[in-house]
């Protein structure tokens, strides 16, 4: 894990990093930006794997004008879903937002993303239409507001509009926000001698960003907002910056983007389904014929070695929690389910939900030698070809596990059970539960064709390894 800390008074934002699916950059696993919730009055939500906070917008302007006007420390930083999808990929971008107390959702298309990954945010907090509100609370109190953003005069002339508009609003100064880095200590000297309230930051791209990112963490004494970019100036008269104007206009855009992004998703979706299945009944054909041999032989050898069947039907958990039937060669004892209770004082495990024995005494000659190198799952081709499993995905679960699963482990069961997944592919049995859990959850947020090919190939590599196999 990579823990990102600002070296200030500040408790910035947890950023963990924690591989999952594989070191190649085409897997690698997103990065989980997890605001800290210290010193806010509102819950959040994950959005793009980001924690956004979820707020009513006159709710958060009050709170923002409170901390503004007693002059406590707080930096917040809105964002948008482009500023979001491309945080995870760039630490640069990991930079620019590790010392901010908090992350807001900004535009219309995170909100339709909050809607889409089921994190619904109660209200919009883009900060186009709570700038207009956030300013008029500000000349309430008399607040000076300093802005640094856009080009050469053009902060000057949005603070010369607002100034007529709300002559108790206090402008304590302007700044472009294209300069050096070394000019950062400067700037931040002439903020602090404008006794200024509260600091807009506006960028207009991810260089500026960064730059005023750092300037941020020279202003730990004061009311921080980073945005993307400066209102434009027509917005500052025009009777849209009404809360109640924009929030309708916000909504219907919203219902609009959603619309379009569910069904974009839903047909992406469907066409995944039905690669995906092609993929499985074909591969699956294939290796049942080619490996006819193989199944066969073990097949004699079970019944050879001792009593019993040498298919073994299994009840296990499926897709959505669905019952489905699981075949493998029989690699215990046929009085193994009666010795089971015996032998959990034994468990390896201490995670509350699952069984592993490293020496089983159930397990027959012939069980440890197909177990190794899990010749015993292949009749699962067969579940494979029925519909009930699919090559690729989290192992099936037994009923009697999915009883002590928690509603995050559920998450597991929202895809069809394979028979391999990342979770074989990274050590099968030496990984614990909690960690299977989430390669599962994240394999099923963001599998595509091409994992999957990825992961077949890596199977036969982890077979032969045997590494967790017991």
């Not at 963990?16 to 930006?33: E, G, K």
Request: with cysteine; hydrophobic share 45%.
């Amino acid at each position: 894990m990579l823990d990102f800390q600002a070296q200030t008074d500040h408790q910035p934002i947890a950023i963990d990093y924690t591989p999952t699916l594989t070191d190649t950059p085409a897997l690698a696993a997103r990065p989980v930006m997890r605001t800290n919730p210290d010193k806010l009055p509102f819950e959040t939500r994950r959005v793009l794997d980001i924690d956004v906070i979820d707020a009513q917008p006159r709710k958060l302007v009050h709170w923002i004008q409170a901390r503004a006007r007693t002059r406590s420390s707080l930096r917040l930083a809105w964002v948008t879903a482009h500023q979001a999808r491309r945080i995870p990929g760039s630490w640069q971008d990991i930079r620019a937002i590790q010392h901010f107390d908090a992350l807001i959702a900004d535009g219309h298309t995170m909100q339709a993303a909050a809607r889409l990954g089921r994190a619904k945010l109660g209200a919009n907090t883009s900060f186009a239409p709570l700038f207009m509100p956030l300013c008029r609370a500000l000349a309430e109190d008399g607040q000076r507001l300093f802005i640094v953003g856009g080009q050469p005069g053009e902060a000057p002339e949005l603070a010369n509009r607002l100034k007529r508009m709300m002559p108790r609003l206090r402008i304590a100064g302007t700044h472009p926000a294209g300069f050096q880095q070394a000019a950062d200590g400067r700037v931040a000297a002439r903020i602090r001698r404008s006794k200024a309230n509260l600091v807009i930051l506006a960028g207009r791209n991810p260089e500026q960003d960064q730059r005023l990112s750092e300037l941020a963490q020279h202003l730990d004494t004061l009311v921080v907002l980073r945005i993307g970019a400066l209102p434009p100036l027509q917005a500052v008269t025009s009777a849209q910056t009404t809360e109640g104007l924009a929030s309708a206009s916000v909504s219907r855009l919203e219902k609009t983007v959603a619309a379009w992004a569910a069904g974009r998703s839903a047909r992406g979706a469907a066409v995944s389904r039905v690669l995906k299945r092609a993929l499985d009944v074909s591969i699956a054909s294939l290796a049942v014929a080619g490996l006819s041999p193989l199944m066969i032989g073990t097949a004699l050898a079970i019944r050879l070695e001792s009593r019993g069947p040498a298919l073994f039907r299994q009840t296990r958990t499926g897709e959505n929690g669905k019952p489905f039937t699981m075949y493998k060669f029989r690699s215990m004892h046929t009085d193994a389910e009666a010795r089971l209770a015996a032998l959990m004082k034994e468990n390896d495990r201490n995670d509350g939900v699952t069984f592993k024995l490293r020496q089983d005494p159930r397990i027959t000659r012939i069980g440890h030698f197909i177990r190794k190198f899990s010749i015993d799952e292949l009749p699962q081709l067969l579940n494979v070809i029925k519909g009930d499993m699919s090559l690729v995905g989290p192992r099936p679960a037994l009923p009697r596990e999915v009883d002590l699963y928690s509603d995050h482990d559920k998450g597991r069961l929202s895809g069809k059970p394979g028979i391999t997944g990342i979770w074989q592919v990274s050590g099968r049995a030496d990984i614990p539960f909690q960690k299977m859990v989430e390669m599962d959850i994240d394999y099923l947020k963001t599998r595509t064709i091409w994992t999957d090919i990825m992961l077949l190939a890596r199977t036969p590599l982890a077979v032969l390894a045997a590494k967790g196999a017991y």
